[in-house]
């Protein structure tokens, strides 16, 4: 990226930019929120509070055409393997679109649509109480086993879409902490419960452990043939899921084209239908659908993934902002930065171009976030007053998430009010009380948190992602850096059943405290 034009040309507008203070881009030019603001999927997206003027935006649209960025978009939704270390395309939209796309000669519209169709006669089954337990007992509960990718969606799509919960209530299983199994089912009876596994490879540990724990627990109470009515998996390694001992037709494949991390809208998605019902998960995947047709098919100028891609970019590698905070302000978004954080960190957190040759710039910013407006009294004064700064996302809704509509007022004028201060900042002679201000912020107005409006926004995250990715040159749907830590867990394992173990003398030393301080051996 650095050795193209488009790159210099940036950094030298960043030079004569760089001194003038948002404010006063302000003052500049009044009509920047009108022009700055871009509707996406029915979200109003306002860039207006970032360090840009059209000129930037220019530049940052010719170093997006320098790097490829409407080639790649166009290879990525015709199925191309943009996914290069692992020879596969990324083709997670086709699961919300109805556009035919072949891979390898075949159109696997066909196939995604008998998938979508066995997601509904199943979940709308559970729902209306025709699937039953193995005594016969409608089920209540759902327990939603899965880490990463094959939880986090799920999760943030049932938190988020609360007010539409109207199934079996979920309980989600993501961490090996035995805690995490206890606390899920405690209150729940065997009889009444659905387990879904949810794993793209049906060998990740932690799942498979508490997979194990929950056949064990369900066996228990009903006996082992109860395991067909109480169990379903979501797998793109369905061989592996009937193995485990799914009945086949209790095995929900998604294809292995799909990331974990953009697998929310696969069979992943199955705790959602049932909480929410298959209405609710079409809208969310008709939102995201939405985004996809307009991240294909708009100009650059106009086209949000686009401009948020480059904008994060602009602040990241000329502005030099090392963190990215997203601020829901609803609480019942309190997921999305976890959610954002395996998107973004786990896609674009690397070193090295899709060819092995160092980026030579940086890359993924830390992600992190809060719920607002809780955040502002525990984070936000690091954001008004700390050495360091964050470029932020504010995600508001228009309407009230809640029957209180003053509830809602007070909502939104803390966050117009935190994103102008940030902006603004404050002159005082007490200099405990000056806030700099110059910091930068995106708003995105939903304008309701709806199940086609969150479909809409994680859509847009996603394409953002790919996006920066293209422009790094990295590949964004590979993540070889979380292996070497497993592979350290399986070599120490063994020690703690107390097993001769080849392990690191740093290892072996923290080992020994925890074992003195009561850990099993
Ligand atoms: O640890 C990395 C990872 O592979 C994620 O990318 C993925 O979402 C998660 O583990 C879970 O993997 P699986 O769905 O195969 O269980």
């Not at 603004?424 to 995105?444: H, L, Q």
């Amino acid at each position: 990226m650095k050795d193209t034009p488009a790159w210099r040309a940036l950094t030298a507008h960043r030079d004569a930019l760089a001194r003038q203070r948002i404010e006063a881009l302000w003052r500049q030019d009044p009509r920047r929120g009108d022009d700055f603001t871009f509707p996406c999927g029915g979200i109003a997206v306002d860039f207006s509070k970032q360090k840009i003027t059209r000129e930037t935006l220019k530049l940052l649209m010719d170093l997006a055409r320098a790097r490829g960025v409407p080639h790649a978009i166009e290879r990525l939704f015709a199925g191309e393997r943009v996914n290069a270390s692992e020879k596969r395309p990324a083709l997670h939209m086709a699961l919300r679109g109805d556009e035919h796309v072949s891979v390898d000669g075949t159109d696997v519209m066909p196939e995604i649509e008998r998938n979508r169709d066995r997601i509904r006669v199943f979940t709308n089954a559970v729902r209306a109480g025709q699937w039953k337990g193995a005594t016969g007992l409608k089920i209540t509960h759902v327990v939603a086993i899965g880490i990463g990718g094959s939880v986090l969606g799920p999760q943030l799509a049932i938190e988020a879409l609360h007010d539409r919960a109207n199934g079996p209530e979920v309980r989600f299983i993501a961490n090996i902490d035995p805690a995490d199994f206890d606390d899920a089912v405690t209150g729940l009876k065997p009889a009444s419960t659905l387990v879904v596994v949810a794993s793209k490879t049906f060998t990740t540990q932690e799942t498979m452990v508490n997979a194990a724990a929950a056949r064990n627990w369900i066996s228990a109470a009903l006996g082992p043939d109860a395991v067909s009515k109480h169990f379903i998996g979501a797998t793109a390694n369905a061989g592996e899921a009937v193995k485990w001992g799914l009945p086949d037709c209790n095995v929900f494949p998604f294809h292995d084209w799909v990331g974990g991390r953009y697998s929310l809208w696969s069979s992943v998605g199955i705790p959602i239908a049932l909480a929410i019902g298959m209405q609710g998960f079409d809208e969310l995947l008709a939102g995201a659908h939405a985004v996809d047709l307009e991240f294909r098919s708009c100009p650059l100028e106009r086209n949000v993934p686009v401009l948020l891609g480059l904008v994060g970019l602009w602040n990241r590698n000329a502005l030099g902002i090392p963190s990215h905070a997203v601020l829901g302000y609803a609480s019942r978004l309190a997921s999305l930065p976890a959610y954002l954080q395996q998107l973004e960190m786990e896609s674009n957190g690397k070193r090295v171009d899709a060819e092995g040759r160092p980026v030579g710039v940086e890359t993924c910013p830390v992600i992190w976030g809060g719920t607002e407006t809780p955040g502002q009294h525990a984070f936000h004064q690091w954001l008004h007053q700390g050495t360091d700064i964050a470029s932020c996302d504010f995600i508001v809704s228009a309407k009230p998430m809640g029957n209180e509509i003053d509830h809602h007022r007070i909502l939104l004028a803390n966050a117009l009010a935190q994103s102008e201060a940030l902006m603004a900042g404050v002159e005082t002679k007490e200099p405990w009380r000056v806030c700099p201000g110059d910091r930068m912020s995106t708003t995105f107005v939903l304008p309701q948190l709806d199940p086609r409006h969150l479909g809409a926004l994680l859509a847009i995250y996603e394409h953002k992602v790919f996006v920066q990715a293209t422009i790094w040159g990295i590949n964004p749907f590979d993540q070889f850096g979380v292996e070497l830590g497993k592979t350290i867990a399986g070599r120490i394992l063994p020690a703690l059943h107390g097993a001769e173990a080849d392990l690191h003398p740093a290892t072996r030393h923290l080992l020994g405290v925890l074992q003195k301080l009561g850990a099993p051996h």
